[in-house]
T-cell receptor
Framework: GAVVSQHPSRVICKSGTSVKIECRSL??????MFWYRQFPKQSLMLMATSNEGSKATYEQGVEKDKFLINHASLTLSTLTVTSAHPEDSSFYICSARELAETSSYEQYFGPGTRLTVT | GEDVEQSLFLSVREGDSSVINCTYT??????LYWYKQEPGAGLQLLTY?????DMKQDQRLTVLLNKKDKHLSLRIADTQTGDSAIYFC?????????????FGRGTQLTVWP
């Protein structure tokens, strides 16, 4: 089955530093990748949608200069949290949709990255 | 915007059936999904149903869709302790060309031995 990986799985950083999270589709090509943020005991909040080779589309209220998304290839998208602050601490999850058109538009989710900003 | 609602908690005894309910507001929903999330992990797709179907069964899982009432349910037969997790209902509507999903808040299923 389709597998999506994220790296790192857990990261602790100091306030003011930047952190990069990678999302990779391991055995398929993904035209579209989604980045979500999940707070404890809450649902997934879509942050942005990225398409390979073009600029990401950010959801309302998400600062694009703070959460930089790069989708440079069909198997890799990165999310960089710039000048991180404690309120950016969260669980970040990516998902990827296959290049081949499937009627169900199935998304495959990564295992998530736990970011803690101290 | 699209609203997807779920009850937050459900507790059952091992061996019983679990029924997790979900309601949605978007009448143009085309696909509806059930995802499972275990602690500290990402989402695992359990099953999905197309909007022109009423029911879909896959081993212990049965999905029922009442399109008129915009109500979706997931029944887990013979629930096991390993089924304890958060279950998310999600929908994709006809207008979503990129396949964007709208999620409910998730139902925490606890299975007691």
């Amino acid at each position: 089955g389709a597998v999506v990986s994220q790296h790192p799985s857990r990261v602790i950083c100091k306030s003011g530093t930047s952190v990069k999270i990678e999302c990779r589709s391991l055995d398929f090509q993904a035209t579209t990748m989604f980045w979500y943020r999940q707070f404890p005991k809450q649902s997934l909040m879509l942050m942005a949608t990225s398409n390979e080779g073009s600029k990401a589309t950010y959801e309302q209220g998400v600062e694009k200069d703070k959460f930089l998304i790069n989708h440079a290839s069909l198997t890799l998208s990165t999310l960089t949290v710039t000048s991180a602050h404690p309120e950016d601490s969260s669980f970040y999850i990516c998902s990827a949709r296959e290049l081949a058109e499937t009627s169900s538009y199935e998304q495959y989710f990564g295992p998530g990255t736990r970011l803690t900003v101290t | 915007g699209e609203d997807v609602e779920q009850s937050l908690f459900l507790s059952v005894r091992e061996g019983d059936s679990s029924v997790i309910n979900c309601t949605y507001t978007d009448s143009s929903s085309t696909y509806l999904y059930w995802y499972k999330q275990e602690p500290g992990a990402g989402l695992q797709l359990l099953t999905y149903i197309f909007s022109n179907m009423d029911m879909k069964q896959d081993q212990r899982l049965t999905v029922l869709l009442n399109k008129k009432d915009k109500h979706l349910s997931l029944r887990i037969a013979d629930t096991q302790t390993g089924d304890s997790a958060i279950y998310f209902c999600a929908e994709r509507n006809r207008g979503s060309t990129l396949g964007r999903l709208y999620f409910g808040r998730g139902t925490q299923l606890t299975v007691w031995p």
